[in-house]
């Protein structure tokens, strides 16, 4: 097992066409100060306010967007776009956006590919998973499969596990069946950096083990004029940024 800090320190501010050809191999990328200080407090302090948060579950916030404007600035956020209209490789569309508290002690969400969800052509739909706090293996860590998006889409298997509450509803129906070339790396995002996420590489998260809350932001993008299912759940809909 691979542990901890992942990449190098490729970034696309300073080396844009280096860090998009890793992005490429890897099938994803972290770049630090997506957000500032004070933009991820915002976030924060604005998520008590969400339904998840006043009915008292926690459960990860879908589209808070459509609850707060805070959220639709932060799916524009031009840290993000300027990235994602490369990702994409044309106009990024924000799909998506949810808000996930992860308290202490929430189970992680089960291996999957983003677009076993969202059903987009290949390589025209990304996400930006955005650390509001610092992330690492014991909280809540995101686990990625790096060069997994070549395979396209993978199988899964159906898992039979109860539900946590606190934990999106569809984050352990399944998991992918990872080809065994493929090495788990457990990613620490630092606050305020994203690591940015192609739709087909596998990925999921470990439980938050630690008694702090893992706040972190899941943006979604595809690609202008792209099809994509918009879900039963999620009701997704594209969104010029
Ligand atoms: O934040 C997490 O725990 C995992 C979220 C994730 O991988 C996803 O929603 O695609």
Redesign the pocket.
């Given at each position: 097992m691979l542990k901890e800090k992942p990449t190098t320190a490729l970034s696309f501010r300073t080396n844009p066409e280096q860090a998009l050809r890793a992005y490429h191999e890897q099938g994803f990328h972290i770049e630090e100060n997506i957000f500032s200080d004070d933009e991820c407090a915002a976030l924060i302090e604005a998520a008590k306010y969400l339904e998840n948060a006043k009915n008292e579950t926690f459960r990860p916030q879908m589209m808070p967007h459509r609850q707060d404007a805070i959220y639709l600035n932060a799916l524009r956020h031009p840290n993000i776009s300027r990235i994602m209209n490369l990702l994409v490789d044309g106009t990024a569309m924000g799909l998506q956006t949810?808000f996930?508290y992860?308290k202490p002690g929430t189970r992680?969400?089960s291996l999957?590919q983003?677009n076993f969800f969202v059903q987009a052509p290949m390589g025209v739909f990304a996400?930006a998973?955005v650390a509001l706090t610092d992330t690492y293996l014991e909280k809540?860590g995101?686990i990625v499969y790096p060069g997994s998006h070549k395979e396209g889409l993978l199988p899964v298997r159906k898992l039979s596990m109860s539900k946590d509450s606190a934990q999106?509803p569809n984050a352990n129906n399944e998991e992918t069946i990872v080809p065994e070339k493929y090495k788990l790396l457990n990613a620490s995002v630092p606050k305020g950096a994203a690591l940015f996420?192609h739709g087909h590489v596998v990925?999921?998260?470990n439980p938050n083990q630690t008694n702090d809350w893992r706040y972190?932001l899941?943006n979604t993008y595809i690609r202008k004029g792209e099809s994509f299912r918009a879900g039963n759940y999620a009701q997704r809909e594209a969104i010029e940024l």
């Open positions: 949810e996930f992860c992680g969400f999957h983003d996400s998973w809540g995101l999106d996420i990925h999921g998260s972190v899941l």
